[in-house]
């Protein structure tokens, strides 16, 4: 029976939703067909509150210095993704992928535009590597920015060397840039504006998903 190495999951971005309204836009984009929220963190308490709404696979990504001080929080605030970022783990990764496993959520790298591919590879290899990597395709900080391009070769290299693994890339991606990305091996989409700021969000996602799928190698097992 074939399958597919790795699966299309689009992630809206919490980032560009309306925070006072935040349980039922979550409900709203899953409605609309999203597999998962991404949520961008800053402190745990929107995660335990949004967690009381929804069973939604929640995708954080911690832009923190110390990452490491927020597994426990994350963990009982009911996360389920948790990606820190490489530039400020190059010590002691593996310390944080244990405890991040450890308290049951899925551990992922992300790396910053200006981070070299190869300063990820030590974290997928060995007993306890990380199941995800982010590429960040703009600088993190805040959603509405443009996609940059050259971000696509680090896409590329990482799927030709690691088939089955989650790619996910962030920033600026939406219905003008969406091929790019799934033609370069990318299967986890977060999408901010290019969902929330459409008038049919579900029409978006599905764009989306159709896109990446179409570029997933069937892996006959
Ligand atoms: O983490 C970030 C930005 O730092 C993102 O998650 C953005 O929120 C994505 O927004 P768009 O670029 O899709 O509008």
Not at 59 to 66: A, G, I, P, S, Y
Not at 71 to 85: I, P, W, Y
Not at 173 to 192: K, Q
Request: net charge negative; glycine share 8%; with cysteine.
């Amino acid at each position: 029976m074939p399958t597919t190495a790795v699966e299309a999951k689009i992630a809206p971005s919490m980032l560009s939703s309306d925070f006072a309204n935040l349980a039922s836009e979550a409900e709203r984009m899953i409605s609309f067909g999203a597999d998962w929220l991404h949520m961008d963190i800053m402190d745990g308490y929107v995660i335990a509150s949004l967690r009381k709404h929804t069973k939604a696979y929640l995708d954080c990504h911690l832009m923190v210095t110390n990452p490491l001080d927020y597994v426990d929080q994350l963990g009982k605030a009911g996360a389920s993704g948790f990606t820190f970022h490489v530039e400020v783990s190059k010590d002691n990764w593996q310390e944080i992928v244990k405890e991040i496993k450890s308290k049951g959520m899925r551990p992922g790298v992300a790396l910053k535009p200006g981070t070299p591919i190869e300063d990820v590879y030590p974290l997928l290899e060995g007993e306890n590597p990380v199941e995800m990597v982010l590429v960040m395709t703009v600088e993190p900080g805040f959603g509405g920015q443009k996609f940059i391009p050259d971000m696509m070769n680090k896409v590329r290299t990482l799927r030709e060397k690691y088939p089955k693994l989650d790619i996910e890339v962030d920033g600026g991606l939406g219905p003008s840039t969406i091929d790019e990305a799934a033609a370069a091996g990318a299967n986890c989409i977060v999408a901010g504006s290019s969902v929330f700021g459409d008038p049919e969000p579900g029409r978006v996602i599905s764009l989306l998903r159709t896109s990446v799928s179409k570029c997933l190698k069937p892996n006959f097992i």
